[in-house]
């Protein structure tokens, strides 16, 4: 028996700029003809025209091509797929008819010999898939490329042309394979086809679809389990979302950003513009009882381990966490987070934790001995930790943290204090879209105290630099400023200021990163969670000293106030907190019968809450103690019988 095999390669022809850019496809008969084909996406499956002119469907060896010049010219129709609800595809090829004419194969008029349509039924599927499909043609297929598309005729097959009075036109007596590498038009790792038809794999649907996926605009999907403390709430999530969306990305689509799907429960929201819920696509948990409340250990330490240490966090606890709550099938789409009380054995370790640089996962912490973080930390921590996740360091592509001009919230800066830019009342947290110039630069081999820092930036912003002293200043540009932290009056004259903690390397040029044009948005093999890059650029900010620093830098050492009240309620009693401060609340923790409930007073963005009066429901019976923070730590409490 005669064998057909069809290959089909695929090259793109445009940029991802425009909207489904053409891909150019080959397809070589067994007989080493080829047809080419410009192959565009459509609403409901995909379309193919001619390259160029052809004369050719020699789908079988030793057939004869039609006499006369019956010829396709380029642009003719020549491929239809229309995708059926369960992913797969009706096909239409435009074939040729090849009738038997008086003196056998090839001997009829060129008028008998019309392109007329042939169906079938088709899938995509991987290298195994299709090696299954077809042992017979293993040898011939291409040895690069993992995708390919399986076509199976609507029709039994027809006999070997040689043998027969007619040859079926374009059926198969072989099931053919085309090699069709998917297309990711707008570059986020998630190939068009996952993002209209859904990702199949091991009998599995993931309906990304109905997940919001976009062809056409970058997607970024992210499982979050928490506990019922350390949850995040909607207006954080939503802040999350803005963070990413309000970023300079461009998209096929034409609108930037990128989109962050965070299922973090049920009546979490998909996306920011439907406002629809995840419901029962949901796997994330927003109470999830087995998160421990102090996460794995760090090796060779009872508590934290030294603020100069190169030590991570165990991460075998993560590994098996995300294993077991991460569906397999999800693990190639979404990256997993875990949002815990403590890291570690101590209640004042670190902010959070990535394995390595680049990842499929990582945790992060909420409280500071006993007292929850604020929803703008919250904010900067998770965008912190989510950037290492997407393969950004603390310098940006350089492990050199707290460079003043780098202005991202990798930068530990700018992590919990955010960005802010002359005259403005709030900060913000982002990460930086600027490209590293001479004009940005600071040399500091060459600083003067009387001029400041001379850059050329993007509006004006307010700077800070690192200070051993803790204190880490906010400056303006071009302004006398004390960069060696002396606390003396500025000293003119060009000299070399170190303004990192790098003293080991001496004064060295700090430049800025453009982190938006590096995001890694593919989520790395599983292996990601507990690998890669140790050290530097994977440590994380120390909580506690990150809030002295910020208690420092707006000269804020008096502690919030707080009264407690406690009143029966319809389901027990009802606390009344009155709090005050004259910087910015951070949160309220209740506790009362064992339990304890947490408030996040001052909004992840906008401008920070002084005054606030919240209620919450205790048990019947029991004394009731409340822990409030303000922005930078400070603490006050108070109790009630």
């Excluded at 009075?165 to 394979?177: D, I, M």
């Excluded at 500091?444 to 690192?466: C, I, N, S």
């Excluded at 700090?510 to 593919?522: I, S």
């Amino acid at each position: 028996m005669r064998r057909a095999l069809l290959l089909l390669t695929a090259t793109l022809l445009a940029s991802t700029s425009a909207r489904a850019a053409p891909v150019l496809w080959s397809l070589a008969s067994s007989t080493g003809r080829v047809v080419t084909l410009d192959v565009t996406r459509t609403p409901t499956g995909y379309s193919g025209v001619l390259h160029e002119p052809t004369d050719l469907w020699a789908n079988y060896r030793r057939a004869v091509p039609c006499p006369g010049p019956a010829v396709l010219p380029a642009g003719s129709p020549f491929l239809t797929m229309t995708r059926r609800p369960d992913g797969t595809f009706d096909l239409t090829l435009n074939t040729r008819e090849y009738p038997i004419g008086p003196a056998g194969l090839g001997s009829a008029p060129a008028s008998d010999c019309p392109f007329q349509p042939v169906h079938h039924h088709g899938y995509f599927a991987d290298r195994a898939a299709a090696v299954a499909a077809d042992r017979a043609q293993v040898g011939l297929l291409p040895p690069e490329g993992d995708t390919f598309l399986i076509l199976e005729p609507t029709r039994e097959p027809c006999p070997v042309p040689e043998d027969a009075t007619h040859t079926c036109a374009g059926v198969f007596p072989r099931v053919p394979l085309l090699f069709a590498p998917m297309v990711d038009t707008d570059d986020d790792g998630l190939f068009d086809e996952w993002e209209l038809g859904g990702l199949r794999a091991g009998g599995q649907v993931l309906d990304l679809p109905a997940m919001g996926a976009n062809p056409d605009h970058k997607d970024l999907f992210v499982q979050i389990d928490a506990t019922a403390e350390t949850a995040y709430t909607t207006e954080e999530l939503s802040a999350f979302m803005v963070a990413l969306a309000d970023l300079p990305v461009s998209n096929p689509d034409g609108h930037p950003g990128i989109a962050l799907h965070l299922d973090a429960g049920p009546n979490s929201k998909l996306d920011l513009r439907s406002g629809r819920t995840w419901g029962a696509l949901a796997r994330g948990d927003p109470a999830h009882a087995s998160l421990p409340e102090h996460f794995s250990a760090y090796p060779g330490t009872a508590g934290c381990p030294p603020d100069t240490s190169d030590v991570d966090l165990e991460p075998a606890p993560f590994r098996e966490l995300m294993a077991r709550r991460l569906d397999p099938i999800r693990a190639r789409v979404f990256r997993y987070v875990a949002v815990v009380k403590y890291l570690g054995a101590s209640d004042d370790c670190f902010t959070g934790q990535n394995w390595g640089v680049y990842t499929s996962g990582f945790v992060v912490s909420d409280f500071v001995s006993g007292t929850a973080s604020s929803s703008p930390h919250r904010l900067g921590t998770f965008l912190h930790e989510l950037g290492h996740s997407l393969g950004l360091l603390h310098g940006g592509d350089v492990r050199d943290n707290y460079k003043p001009n780098y202005l991202s919230v990798m930068n530990y800066l700018y992590q919990l204090a955010g960005l802010r830019r002359a005259g403005d009342l709030q900060a913000r947290y982002t990460y930086s879209a600027t490209e590293p110039t001479p004009t940005n630069s600071v040399d500091e081999a060459h600083l003067d105290e009387a001029v400041g820092v001379r850059l050329v930036m993007p509006v004006e912003p307010l700077l800070k630099h690192y200070c051993s002293s803790d204190s880490t200043p906010w400056f303006r540009l071009n302004r006398p400023e004390d960069l060696d932290c002396s606390g003396l009056p500025v000293v003119p004259g060009v000299r070399a200021i170190d303004l990192t903690p790098d003293n080991h390397r001496g004064a060295t040029v700090l430049r800025t990163f453009n982190d938006v044009a590096h995001l890694k948005l593919p989520v790395p093999p599983a292996s990601g969670a507990g690998g890669g890059a140790r050290g530097a650029a994977t440590e994380s900010l120390r909580w506690g000293d990150a809030l002295h620093r910020l208690a420092t830098d707006v000269n804020d050492r008096t502690p919030p106030t707080v009264r407690l009240a406690v009143r029966p309620g319809s389901g027990g009693r009802v606390a009344t907190v009155t709090t005050h401060d004259d910087v910015g609340l951070g949160s309220l923790v209740v506790t009362s019968g064992g339990q304890e409930k947490v408030v996040r007073l001052s909004p992840p963005t906008g401008d920070a809450r002084r005054d606030s009066t919240s209620t919450v429901d205790v048990p019947a019976a029991g004394p009731v103690s409340v822990v409030v923070s303000d922005l930078v730590g400070h603490t006050a409490r108070a109790s009630a019988p």
